[in-house]
């Protein structure tokens, strides 16, 4: 499956940015996505996932800021942020793979075979 991300921009920290990521083909209820993000000189982390059951996941630093949600006629997942950080910065993937992953697994890249480019996010005054 290929995924194309788009959304990114610069932002003052406190604004928002929803970034979105289509899909070729229809994919959910068959396969786990999630959006992970690399900052320069950092690993790449997950940020958000959805199971294939529709479960979401969500890393600490960004619990009650960020929302995953999907549009499944569209073929597209999405990512609303809000209250940005400059810590929020780098560059946002989205990511998917076959089948369900258990919560200890949906934020792992190594769980995850098809990627975007990714798009980039600047948060900065």
């Known amino acids: 499956v290929q995924l194309v991300e788009s959304g990114g921009g610069e932002v003052q920290p406190g604004g928002s940015l929803r970034l979105s990521c289509k899909a070729s083909r229809g994919i959910w209820g068959a396969y786990s996505v999630a959006w992970f993000r690399q900052a320069p000189g950092k690993e790449r982390e997950g940020v958000a996932a959805?199971?294939?059951?529709?479960?979401?996941t969500y890393a600490d630093p960004v619990k009650g800021r960020f929302t995953i949600s999907q549009e499944q006629v569209e073929n597209t997942l999405y990512l609303q942020m809000n209250s940005l950080k400059p810590e929020d910065t780098g560059m946002y993937y989205c990511?998917?793979?076959?089948?369900?992953?258990?919560?200890?697994?949906?934020?792992?890249?190594?769980?995850?075979?098809?990627w975007g480019q990714g798009t980039q996010v600047t948060v900065s005054s």
């Open positions: 959805f199971a294939t059951d529709g479960g979401k």
């Open positions: 990511a998917a793979a076959f089948g369900y992953k258990y919560p200890v697994q949906r934020l792992s890249p190594h769980e995850y075979d098809s």
